[in-house]
């Protein structure tokens, strides 16, 4: 399997947190094992064009394409019928929100689908808990396809062949389109300018990292003070 970083890795450890990094490292690292070669690709920090939301990691491969929608809650208990779950932002313990989990999910494999539809190619989703110690019977209420991150071998040995079409996935293709080097059919609308505001500021931008305009607004300003800041110390160092 090959790694594809959409965004620059150092710059998206910097953004997300360490449970999403550590978990995304376990499923990396499975999937390794359980797909030796280059004939399946795993796309990282994958967001489309003209979006504001990260899809996460996409799986092409000749069986097809999968979104794999990390489950990395801290903690996982079944309390007399109620799951419950460590909240580190309310430092406390909460159920667990289903309805957020499965609505993100279905987000995001919807906007997937609507960027590769117009191309002829589909896409599939499933679930990857990556939260210790995880109990074995926990669901997501609504989605049907959920696995553990040590069960990757078996998702690989018995459920992609199962949703595999009958010619093989054109895997480049799919890769080119997601990472930006082809365009969509549907990325120009997709591209143009609303009446009001501005939209490049919350677009991303695929060969520029999947940045948006404004994190590369702001790269530029902080790069931009630092040079100056540099050449003010250079001239105070250098005048006698």
Aim: hydrophobic share 45%; aromatic share 8%.
């Amino acid at each position: 399997m090959r790694l594809v970083d959409v965004m620059p890795s150092g710059f998206a450890d910097f953004l997300r947190g360490g449970r999403e990094k550590a978990g995304e490292d376990q499923i990396i690292a499975q999937f390794n094992k359980a797909l030796p070669g280059d004939d399946h690709v795993l796309l990282r920090h994958l967001a489309l064009p003209g979006s504001t939301d990260k899809l996460g990691l996409v799986l092409a491969g000749p069986e097809g394409i999968w979104h794999l929608e990390q489950v990395h809650l801290a903690s996982l208990v079944n309390n007399a019928g109620v799951w419950m779950h460590w909240d580190y932002g309310k430092q406390s313990v909460q159920p667990v929100p289903f309805t957020q989990i499965a609505s993100q999910a279905r987000s995001r494999l919807a906007e997937l689908q609507a960027f590769l539809g117009p191309e002829g190619f589909g896409a599939r989703q499933a679930l990857v808990v990556t939260t210790p110690n995880a109990p074995r019977d926990f669901a997501v209420p609504g989605m049907d396809l959920l696995f553990f991150v040590d069960e990757i071998a078996e998702f690989t040995q018995d459920v992609l062949p199962k949703y595999a079409p009958e010619t093989p996935l054109a895997v480049a293709e799919v890769v080119d389109l997601l990472t930006g080097k082809t365009q969509a059919k549907g990325a120009a609308a997709a591209e143009a300018p609303s009446s009001g505001g501005a939209p490049w500021l919350n677009q991303r931008y695929p060969r520029l990292g999947s940045l948006t305009g404004l994190q590369i607004l702001v790269l530029t300003l902080a790069t931009v003070a630092n040079c100056c800041l540099l050449a003010i110390l250079a001239v105070l160092l250098l005048s006698p």
